[in-house]
């Protein structure tokens, strides 16, 4: 029997082949530096841990709102809406297991088939992925290199945009590049969104991950609230990961067509796990800061290291836990232009292994560098350097 033809459209995270690649690598013997994965390998703030053994043993293992529970409704409303200078209300809040499912839902909501969705690339692939599956038309728009990381080619998002375009999904502090817009980029995509009348998802996940300055949100900016989804997610800045909480914040029109979905797609966000983000956002901030204070220093350990690696470069970002170092004359030291047979071979001669920049989209026209992304967020200051020292061993000595 035949399956659907839509499911040809559907892509995955490839990034996780890599970690398929070096749990085999490690399965012979051989050690690990493991850069490869965007989890934590930090706990859950114990408060948190201790909300949800509360909310367990007090019954609350149910089903819920689908729209989510009152409280963390009104906490997430309070909270999203404080940091960015902006009036929300639990009207505005749709809780979600993750923060990948706001992605999904955004694109259902707002996109027909054969419409144009505008997206990042490099960027998540599960923007494009969702795009092509649900019917449309993903068109992918690309950033440059600068002195300071990257920069969004504006001129280029504004060649993609046609009467078909539909909406614009935007990640400000951004997987896998680590790059922030500067305020005038941000107000030029904003710009953009209101002069075409396109919808926004501000992809979020990272708003508080960072190490100096302030965030902005775009639905920050005159004229972008009406139009602007937040995606927002407990997995990073709470080390939630596994837990799957995260939440949709937007005009009520696109808030009820998304609790709709949340009902006719897994009824409800776990119940206790909604009780722990309550107390994630409301309570005891101590061991969340704590989280920070770690990740600067994993950062400045492994920009440092990069920076000593012969054909290697890279800036450091303010916020994210991704570096996207230009590999480019390293690969050429070591024999290859093949960016996958380089992190192979960096695999099976340091044990480092490290995802690269066709994990997250496909190459566009024109890219002659080639780059790579370490993630920090689940490997030791000592491990960095380690792993890193190795590295720039083999690439010296090639």
């Known amino acids: 029997m035949a399956l659907a033809t839509r499911l040809e459209r559907l892509g995955t995270e490839t990034a996780f082949s890599v970690s398929l690649a070096a749990a085999e690598w490690g399965a012979k013997g051989n050690r690990i530096f493991a850069f490869h994965l965007g989890d934590l390998n930090l706990a859950t703030p114990a408060n948190v841990v201790a909300a949800m053994d509360r909310a367990v043993a007090d019954g609350k293992t149910g089903y819920c709102p689908a729209a989510g529970i009152p409280q963390l409704r009104e906490a997430l409303a309070d909270d999203i809406g404080s940091r960015r200078g902006l009036q929300y209300t639990p009207a505005n809040v749709v809780v979600q297991p993750g923060g990948k499912p706001v992605i999904t839902k955004f694109i259902q909501s707002v996109m027909n088939p054969g419409e144009e969705v505008l997206y990042p690339n490099p960027g998540y692939p599960i923007y494009e992925s969702q795009i092509e599956y649900f019917g449309g038309v993903a068109k992918a728009y690309r950033y440059l290199p600068d002195p300071t990381g990257f920069r969004i080619d504006l001129d280029q998002v504004r060649s993609l945009i046609t009467p078909q375009t539909k909406a614009i999904i935007y990640n400000d502090l951004q997987n896998p590049i680590g790059a922030e817009s500067t305020d005038a980029e941000r107000e030029a995509i904003a710009e953009l969104a209101q002069q075409h009348d396109l919808w926004v998802l501000s992809d979020e996940a990272y708003f508080e991950m960072r190490y100096s300055g302030k965030s902005t949100s775009i639905a920050s900016l005159p004229g972008m609230q009406e139009r602007t989804v937040i995606l927002y997610t ?30 006719n797609d897994e009824s409800c966000t776990t119940h206790f796990v909604q009780h722990a983000g309550v107390e994630g956002i409301r309570g005891d901030q101590t061991e969340t800061a704590a989280m920070l204070d770690v990740l600067v220093e994993r950062r400045d350990a492994a920009v440092a290291a990069l920076n000593d690696i012969k054909g290697i470069s890279v800036a450091a970002p303010e916020a994210t836990f991704y570096l996207f170092p230009d590999v480019t004359d390293a690969m050429t030291a070591v024999g290859t232009d093949d960016l996958a047979k380089f992190a192979e071979l960096a695999l099976h001669n340091t044990g480092v292994s490290f995802c690269t920049r066709r994990h997250f989209g496909r190459p566009q026209p024109g890219e002659q560098r080639h780059y790579a992304r370490f993630a920090y967020s689940g490997i030791s200051v000592d491990e960095i350097r380690e792993g890193l020292g190795l590295l720039q061993q083999w690439i010296g000595n090639a």
């Open 234 to 263: 407990f997995s990073k800045k709470f080390a939630m990961t596994g837990w799957r909480l995260g939440a949709a914040v937007g005009p009520v029109e696109i808030a009820d067509v998304i609790t709709k979905l949340n009902t």
